[in-house]
């Protein structure tokens, strides 16, 4: 029988990643003494990995396929096969992005100013990639972390990721420029996606995840409406194409079912029902597959 080794990222990714499994259709059972997660599908065999290391195990083939970011398969360098982005952090489903930051004090103003100063960060490659593009010679330090708090006593500048920048602006920092914007991304082993059965299986995997993004910030809504009042309730009604409508039993009364966005329902309801809309109700999505 055929299984699917999947890597999950271990991490600040862990938990956001355990919930959209969650939402898909997918139920992961995290141990923390083992780095074997339980998961309710008899055709997956999961295993937990650093984000960082999740690109160099899939491309040799200990995993056939794991989440990590982009970031991260372009530090490494690793030669996978990048099935689909999945734009979802640690927070939310904003992009992240990799800056050069420095203190806000300090005299540097632009990566020139850093010709012979000392870089920290966790992604050297990408940074020494970065410095050579804009003729810099600087030294580069792999940091093990807490890397906000190295400057300036240990270091002139860092490369760090960040989702806010709330933590570089509680640490002094100011950031002088963008390297990198990345996301999550579902890699594949290149053998294994050759493979009829592990590549449909991954192609359902981004599928159901692909909709349960999607769902990550709607809602759906369902009313029942008098035809006479039908088109100022469609005029003030969003929805991702045209809403459904339905007739009732009473054939002057029609069902609208629709998605929209969950931050405009607040502003919403109250159109509605000033539209004549009745038994309003609002529902939460797991996925939206288009």
């Not at 295993?47 to 200990?62: C, D, I, P, S």
């Not at 982005?85 to 990799?98: C, D, P």
């Not at 970065?130 to 940091?143: M, P």
Request: charged letters at 25%; hydrophobic letters at 45%; a negative charge.
């Amino acid at each position: 029988m055929s299984r699917l080794k999947l890597g999950i990222p271990k991490g600040s990714l862990q938990e956001s990643t355990i919930e959209l499994f969650a939402k898909a259709g997918w139920r992961l059972q995290i141990n923390s003494r083992s780095y074997y997660p339980g998961i309710d599908d008899p055709d997956i065999d999961c295993m937990m990995v650093r984000a960082q290391e999740m690109a160099r195990y899939v491309e040799n083939g200990a995993l056939d396929a794991g989440l990590t970011g982009k970031d991260w398969i372009q530090e490494t360098g690793a030669d996978v096969e990048e099935v689909s982005e999945l734009v979802y952090s640690k927070t939310g489903l904003g992009r992240v992005r990799w800056v050069l930051a420095v203190a806000e004090d300090s005299d540097i103003q632009s990566v020139r100013d850093l010709e012979g100063k000392v870089i920290a960060t966790e992604a050297v490659k990408m940074t020494e990639k970065y410095l050579a593009r804009h003729g810099v010679n600087a030294r580069v330090e792999f940091s093990w972390g807490a890397t906000e708090v190295k400057v300036p006593q240990l270091a002139d500048a860092i490369v760090e990721v960040t989702e806010t920048g709330s933590s570089l602006r509680a640490n002094h920092l100011r950031v002088l420029d963008t390297l990198l914007e990345s996301a999550t991304c579902f890699i594949a082993n290149r053998a294994a996606w050759k493979d009829p059965w592990k590549r449909e299986k991954i192609e359902n995997l981004v599928l159901l995840l692909h909709g349960a993004i999607q769902a990550y910030d709607r809602v759906g809504l369902m009313m029942n409406v008098r035809r006479e009042d039908l088109d100022q309730v469609l005029a003030a009604l969003p929805a991702l194409r045209n809403p459904t409508v339905a007739q009732l039993s009473d054939p002057e009364w029609v069902a609208i079912n629709t998605i929209i966005e969950e931050k405009t329902v607040r502003a919403l309801i109250p159109k509605l029902k000033a539209a004549r809309a009745e038994g309003i109700v609002e529902y939460p999505l797991n996925k939206v597959v288009y």
